[in-house]
């Protein structure tokens, strides 16, 4: 079974732009989470996508947003990039049944570097 | 409200000794506790999971952590070190059915030869 996928690996962006991030998750995994991981704030939840609605919200301005689409696939999209917007972004997917554990696998991540 | 604090972000320890990484946990419903570990360049990696079945619980890689209620806390263990442990653990937990997790800071482990 694949694993979570995550595209692209890394990316160079300038202050203002904006950036979509895309995971992709394993086969029959309906739930998507995505961290922003940052040497000064570690691993931080970004938010949490369901069968296409947004589960979970992280503390975060509005610029981060996300969507699911019906195949489980999920992207995130930063408008305005910010120099402090340069991180690690890791997707992690799960069966996201509601009222148990579900363990969730992570991605090897999308390294964003705003200039 | 929910964290975790990882009480050191540097340990070193050597080739063959114990490895011990410290984790205490904050929260106001029975949590689910999770050690993750990342290599570089790569995402996390699950090493073990409390989910209140068992205390101590044995993971991948010869790891093992206990949850100790009255102590708050889920250190992570491993009797003797190999150079391929060298990584940044993570300790994190997670609220009933919920799929976002807080995590601590972080803690390197460097294995000394």
């Known amino acids: 079974k694949a694993g979570v996928t995550q595209t692209p690996r890394y990316l160079i962006k300038t202050r203002g732009q904006q950036v979509t991030l895309s995971c992709s998750p394993i086969?029959?995994?309906?739930?998507v989470s995505w961290y922003q991981q940052t040497p000064g704030q570690g691993l931080q939840f970004l938010f949490e996508?369901?069968?296409?609605?947004?589960?979970n919200k992280g503390n975060f301005p509005g610029r981060f947003s996300g969507r699911q689409f019906s195949n489980s696939r999920s992207e995130m999209n930063v408008s305005t990039l910010e120099l402090g917007d340069s991180a690690l972004y890791l997707c992690?997917?799960?069966?996201?049944?509601?009222?148990?554990?579900?363990?969730?696998?992570f991605g090897p991540g999308t390294r964003l570097t705003v200039l | 409200a929910q964290s975790v604090t990882q009480l050191g972000s540097h340990v070193s320890v050597s080739e063959g000794a114990l490895v011990l990484l410290r984790c205490n946990y904050s929260s106001s419903v029975p949590p689910y506790l999770f050690w993750y570990v990342q290599y570089p360049n790569q995402g996390l990696q699950l090493l073990l999971k409390y989910t209140s079945a068992a205390t101590l619980v044995k993971g991948i890689n010869g790891f093992e952590a206990e949850f100790k209620k009255s102590e708050t806390s889920f250190h992570l263990t491993k009797p003797s070190a190999h150079m391929s442990d060298a990584a940044e653990y993570f300790c994190?937990?997670?609220?009933?059915?919920?799929?976002?997790?807080?995590f601590g800071t972080g803690t390197r482990l460097t294995v000394i030869p």
């Open positions: 996508y369901f069968s296409e609605t947004q589960r």
């Open positions: 994190a937990v997670s609220s009933t059915g919920a799929n976002n997790l807080f």
């Open positions: 086969s029959g995994h309906r739930s």
């Open positions: 992690a997917s799960s069966i996201g049944l509601a009222g148990g554990l579900n363990e969730q696998f």
